[in-house]
């Protein structure tokens, strides 16, 4: 199995934040309620934001920021690495 294909090892509980970067990109991200998401991919370096996010669904996005403005949940965000 190579490092892309491997589930992720390490979660935590994460707030939007318009500044912070992500030690290393995501495997995956879990909203706890349907929302669009603002984020910064991996390997790019321009934001987008992902409309209609179902919840307590892992989205296999790998990012390396999820930012506030844009985002539209104030509830529980839980990345995968």
């Not at 994460?14 to 290393?24: A, C, E, H, L």
């Not at 892992?58 to 529980?76: A, Y």
Request: charged fraction near 10%.
């Amino acid at each position: 199995m190579t490092n892309a294909t491997k589930p992720g090892v390490f979660a935590e509980v994460i707030t939007p934040n318009d500044s912070t970067v992500f030690q290393r990109p995501t495997r995956g991200v879990l909203i706890e309620s349907s929302a669009d998401l603002a984020v910064l991919m991996a390997g790019d370096t321009s934001s987008v934001v992902i409309k209609g996010l179902v919840a307590g669904v892992f989205h296999p996005l790998s990012v390396q920021k999820i930012l506030s403005t844009g985002t539209g949940t104030t509830n529980q965000i839980t990345v995968l690495y």
